[in-house]
């Protein structure tokens, strides 16, 4: 099983073991070395650099990749510098172009991402969100012309991590298999949200509304490892374990999986992403978006970034959201080995195991695909 499992039960758990299931997390390979944080992000740099991305544009993109691999994410790290790269070779994303503003009010604003890299419109797009909550209360912006922007939560946490709640949506290419259906009608299109509590608590809830995303797929290929029941289906509709099916298929399960097993919600939750993404920022939507993949097309996505003050509301926002999730927390677990958990909690799990140990494992077909760019492009190889 890819980091899924251990992202939902690891924190808490005794150290030892923490440590032990990280590492099977991080990469099943224990012969590939430690890359510092550091180093990843130097790589990742010069890499987009090599293609001709403005540093400014390239350290944007690589503080987005590594921070997935810093909280456990490493579908969406390193594994995604590849495609960047050849979206950019192929033209299809400009990486020096910068976002701008079409329309806006005091709480609102409508962007052109003008094909920029995905972090890139992401940042500009929760910055300004985030100047309009502290301003009116609420910052609500939708972008159009942008490309794959990473996790969700990196948007969602810089709101939080000025006292903001924050909510980053994107639609993506056609993956989820609605319900009843057997051909891709709308993306893994994921939601977060980021609230702080008292300290340095706080609740990260970011996640595909289909069962997995895509990039979980990729990481059992990666690993040469079957996918479990419920994440996709054959080109007939029925459910596979074969990742190789699945990722060439395309045909992801909504959230939930099976119609009995309520998969419809995970459907209509992907439809009110793309309401708030395609439709609201008059990007692509459903299957008008390219195939994942395709560098001979603009990507076109839509996004919305969303900010709020708490202090507009009911006072002692923080200190509620921490005596709830103390409440959760504390809830008798049905296995005591297994602690109930918050939202965010496996990914701060995640990330002080990465700081104890140096650095991120990656898999070693990851460390081969490193290489082999680091041949082509020209730039210092990836190093422990």
Not at 93 to 114: H, N, R
Not at 145 to 174: C, D, E, K, V, W
Not at 211 to 236: H, T
Not at 290 to 304: D, F, I, M, S
Request: aromatic share 8%; hydrophobic share 40%; glycine share 10%.
């Amino acid at each position: 099983m890819a980091i899924s499992y251990f992202r939902l039960f690891a924190a808490r758990l005794l150290p030892e073991t923490i440590q032990i299931r990280a590492r099977t997390m991080s990469a099943d390979t224990p012969e590939t070395p430690i890359i510092p944080l550091k180093e990843a992000r130097r790589f990742i740099v010069e890499c987009l650099e090599a293609v001709g991305t403005p540093r400014i544009h390239a350290s944007l993109q690589a503080d987005l990749l590594v921070e997935a691999d810093y909280r456990g994410h490493y579908s969406h790290g390193m594994n995604r510098l590849q495609i960047y790269i050849d979206d950019i070779n192929a033209k299809t994303c400009d990486p020096k172009a910068v976002p701008k503003i079409l329309q806006e009010t005091p709480a609102t604003a409508w962007v052109d991402g003008q094909n920029a890299l995905g972090a890139v419109v992401g940042n500009f797009c929760m910055e300004a969100a985030i100047k309009k909550a502290k301003t009116v209360g609420v910052g609500w912006v939708c972008a159009k012309g942008s490309n794959h922007y990473g996790i969700a939560g990196m948007y969602a946490l810089q709101a939080m991590r000025q006292g903001l709640l924050g909510m980053s949506f994107t639609n993506s290419s056609p993956f989820m298999c609605p319900t009843r259906g057997k051909q891709a009608a709308l993306g893994t299109n994921p939601i977060c949200l980021a609230a702080p509590a008292k300290g340095d608590d706080n609740f990260i809830l970011d996640m595909a509304t289909t069962a997995v995303a895509v990039g979980k797929i990729e990481i059992q290929r990666r690993k040469e490892a079957l996918i479990p029941e419920g994440w996709a289906q054959d080109s007939e509709g029925k459910i596979t374990t074969d990742p190789d099916v699945a990722y060439e298929t395309g045909l992801l399960m909504p959230l939930g999986g099976p119609e009995i097993n309520s998969g419809y919600k995970g459907f209509g939750l992907g439809m009110l992403v793309e309401i708030f993404c395609g439709i609201l920022g008059g990007a692509n939507y459903g299957s008008n978006i390219r195939k994942w993949g395709n560098a001979t097309e603009v990507a076109n996505l839509g996004q919305c970034f969303i900010a709020v003050d708490p202090n507009c509301f009911a006072p002692g926002f923080e200190d509620r959201m921490s005596d709830l999730m103390g409440n959760i927390r504390n809830c008798e677990p049905a296995d005591p080995s297994i602690p109930v958990l918050v939202p965010g909690d496996p990914e701060r799990n995640h990330m002080n195991f990465v700081d104890s140990v140096g650095g991120v494992r990656y898999v070693k077909n990851q460390m081969n695909t490193c290489k082999q760019l680091a041949e082509e492009l020209h730039v210092k190889p990836l190093h422990p």
